[in-house]
């Protein structure tokens, strides 16, 4: 069974950053595809960016590439989203996910859910 906690969400204006940080329990962190999904108001949970359990591959959202990165550090059980350049359209709740399958998976195959940060951009 695996725990997740997000931290890192706030208040920016549009052109700055953030980064979000997801802390996982467990002794099997490192055999999981991690990831990050995004919940706007009035909107459904839509993906943003994976990351393999080796930390070699990478998928983003068409919506992210080249704003954000993915990122991890198994050692410290530690998933993180660095969040640039954002934009008002980026206004959401930021959730962690865990999958025991690869970068590919859908969303149903995510077996593990943090509670949820959030972020708002202004202006």
């Known amino acids: 069974q695996v725990q997740l906690v997000e931290s890192g969400g706030g208040s920016v204006q549009a052109g700055g950053s953030l980064r979000l940080s997801c802390v996982a329990s467990?002794?099997?962190?490192?055999?999981?595809?991690m990831a990050w999904f995004r919940q706007a108001p009035g909107k459904g949970r839509e993906f943003v960016a994976a990351?393999?359990?080796?930390?070699?591959?990478?998928r983003y959202a068409d919506s992210v590439k080249g704003r954000f990165g993915i990122s991890r550090d198994n050692a410290k059980n530690t998933v993180y989203l660095q969040m640039n350049s954002l934009k008002p359209e980026d206004t959401a709740v930021y959730y962690c996910?865990?999958?025991?399958?690869?970068?590919?998976?859908?969303?149903?195959?995510?077996?593990?859910w943090g509670q949820g940060t959030q972020v708002t951009v202004s202006s």
């Open positions: 990351i393999g359990w080796s930390g070699g591959g990478t």
């Open positions: 467990g002794r099997t962190f490192s055999t999981y595809t």
């Open positions: 996910a865990a999958s025991s399958i690869g970068t590919m998976a859908s969303r149903g195959e995510y077996r593990y």
